[in-house]
């Protein structure tokens, strides 16, 4: 009879194996001068750390302040030891963290201080890949905080801190089926999140405030779920939408904005059961513009649907009535729409 072992050293294969997978450790204060990436002897850099990885290893980061901008081009888990004191600088010169290889998790840092360009290389964290995961983490004081782009699985952004970043605090753009949830938003310079052409998502229980115009735009996106939100003091608009249709607004709280919820050119939207509080120029509008949009693509979208929110202008009798304008060539037609069925109280909710 023949036994065959196997062991990790006598499996060939291709990518890294699975047996290998080990923890690789990052420390700045390490002036030994041995850097092997052991808890002995840790490398002084994270890229250095990177490059050493093997698929699906962990690297460590000790608390301290690395400045550093770093490529994440393999599946790796990048842990910091502590968000509030590992801290990961770009020095004001490009994105910080450009990750373009999928099955990635980032967690346990802050990220600051991208450049001041634009796109891709203005951010506190870009994203080029699927299945990327980032939660626990601090993002501020960059251009843009987050950017997901042309990721089309199961990207995941959740429990996170995005602020005082100079524009949008959260971008997702060219994008389907990813998660936004549980994060603190706030006192981004634009936006708090803005979703671009972007489908199948799922925004939900995140903390939007007092972001600069918007707490979250949606431009060109489509069947998209934003449900159990907080908004408030967003400036110009709570939630904004424009030429996107079939998304589902259910039991968001939005108050203290200009505008609750803008609606340009979107149709088939279910906007049901949300809370509308002390928005000061009006709870809802929308808008729609002939021309642009032609009268069979607006029949053929429709208006939105208004079912049981809780509005507090409404006097407590009948429908409630949800102005808009029409705009025909150099006509502008005044129209509404109606929520059938108002909420009597608020809905319970976080913030």
Same mark, same amino acid.
């Given at each position: 009879?023949?036994? #065959?072992? $196997?062991?990790?050293?006598?499996?060939?294969?291709?990518?890294?194996?699975? @047996?290998?997978?080990? /923890?690789?450790?990052?420390?700045?204060?390490?002036?030994?001068?041995?850097?092997?990436?052991?808890?002995?002897?840790? =490398?002084?850099?994270? +890229?250095?750390?990177?490059?050493?990885?093997?698929?699906?290893? /962990?690297?460590?980061?000790?608390?301290?302040?690395?400045?550093?901008?770093?490529?994440?081009?393999?599946?790796? *888990?990048?842990?910091?030891?502590?968000?509030?004191?590992? $801290? #990961?600088?770009?020095?004001?010169?490009? *994105?910080?963290?450009?990750?373009?290889?999928?099955?990635?998790?980032?967690?346990?840092?802050?990220?600051?201080?991208?450049?001041?360009?634009?796109?891709?290389?203005?951010?506190?964290?870009?994203?080029?890949?699927?299945?990327?995961?980032?939660?626990?983490?601090?993002?501020?004081?960059n251009f843009y905080g987050i950017h997901i782009d042309f990721s089309f699985e199961?990207?995941?952004?959740?429990?996170?801190?995005?602020?005082?970043?100079?524009?949008?605090?959260? $971008?997702? /753009?060219? +994008?389907?089926?990813?998660?936004?949830?549980?994060?603190?938003?706030?006192?981004?310079?634009?936006?708090?999140?803005?979703?671009?052409?972007?489908?199948?998502?799922? $925004?939900?229980?995140?903390?939007?405030?007092?972001?600069?115009?918007?707490?979250?735009? !949606?431009?060109?996106? +489509?069947?998209?779920? !934003?449900?159990?939100?907080?908004?408030?003091?967003? #400036?110009? !608009?709570?939630?904004?939408?424009?030429?996107?249709?079939?998304?589902?607004?259910?039991?968001?709280?939005?108050?203290?904005?200009?505008?609750?919820?803008?609606?340009?050119?979107?149709?088939?939207?279910?906007?049901?059961?949300?809370? =509308?509080?002390?928005?000061?120029?009006?709870?809802?509008? =929308?808008?729609?513009?002939?021309?642009?949009?032609?009268?069979?693509?607006?029949?053929? @979208?429709?208006?939105? /649907?208004?079912?049981?929110?809780?509005w507090d202008t409404w006097n407590g009798n009948g429908i409630y009535v949800i102005?808009?304008?029409?705009?025909? @060539?150099?006509? +502008?037609?005044?129209?509404?729409?109606?929520?059938?069925?108002?909420?009597?109280?608020?809905?319970?909710?976080?913030?």
């Amino acid at each position: 009879m023949i036994f #065959l072992i $196997i062991t990790a050293q006598s499996i060939s294969c291709n990518s890294y194996c699975i @047996f290998d997978r080990k /923890t690789i450790f990052v420390d700045g204060d390490n002036l030994s001068g041995i850097y092997d990436g052991t808890i002995n002897h840790p =490398f002084k850099s994270i +890229s250095d750390a990177i490059q050493y990885a093997g698929e699906y290893d /962990t690297i460590f980061v000790f608390n301290g302040i690395y400045h550093e901008k770093i490529k994440i081009n393999k599946p790796i *888990t990048l842990i910091g030891e502590n968000k509030k004191s590992t $801290i #990961l600088d770009g020095l004001y010169g490009g *994105t910080v963290i450009y990750v373009y290889a999928n099955n990635v998790e980032i967690s346990g840092i802050t990220v600051r201080n991208s450049g001041p360009g634009f796109d891709y290389d203005s951010c506190g964290i870009y994203v080029y890949a699927d299945k990327v995961v980032i939660y626990d983490t601090i993002i501020y004081g960059n251009f843009y905080g987050i950017h997901i782009d042309f990721s089309f699985e199961s990207t995941s952004i959740y429990g996170n801190q995005i602020c005082n970043n100079k524009r949008d605090g959260l $971008i997702i /753009t060219n +994008s389907r089926k990813f998660s936004i949830s549980n994060n603190e938003i706030f006192e981004n310079g634009k936006c708090g999140c803005y979703v671009d052409n972007s489908v199948l998502g799922i $925004i939900d229980n995140n903390i939007l405030t007092f972001n600069g115009i918007s707490g979250i735009t !949606f431009w060109y996106s +489509s069947d998209n779920y !934003f449900r159990d939100n907080y908004l408030d003091g967003n #400036l110009e !608009f709570g939630v904004n939408m424009n030429n996107s249709h079939n998304n589902n607004v259910f039991y968001n709280t939005i108050k203290n904005c200009t505008r609750g919820i803008y609606l340009y050119d979107s149709g088939r939207n279910e906007i049901d059961n949300n809370n =509308f509080l002390e928005n000061s120029k009006n709870h809802a509008f =929308f808008h729609i513009v002939i021309g642009r949009l032609s009268i069979n693509e607006f029949v053929s @979208f429709g208006l939105n /649907t208004w079912y049981e929110n809780y509005w507090d202008t409404w006097n407590g009798n009948g429908i409630y009535v949800i102005d808009g304008v029409l705009n025909f @060539f150099s006509q +502008s037609i005044h129209i509404i729409n109606y929520d059938r069925s108002p909420a009597y109280k608020p809905y319970d909710s976080g913030g």
